[in-house]
């Protein structure tokens, strides 16, 4: 006998998470080890505040 719930439950299916490629200027946070878009300044999982980084700077 098949049940209400195990027609449900071959009906619904889950959305497969794939990881996000890698850009420029993204950042991992040091607190979580979230992956976060370049456009962040805080992590989205953690609410942490973005590290930044010195960047090089060309003196001429």
Not at 19 to 35: L, V
Not at 45 to 54: E, I, L
């Amino acid at each position: 006998m098949v049940t209400g719930y195990a027609i449900l439950a071959s009906i619904i299916t889950l959305p497969v998470h794939r990881a996000k490629p890698w850009r420029n200027g993204d950042w991992m946070c040091t607190n979580c080890n979230n992956h976060n878009y370049a456009s962040r300044s805080w992590c989205n999982r953690c609410k942490t505040q973005r590290d930044m980084v010195p960047q090089p700077v060309n003196v001429l």
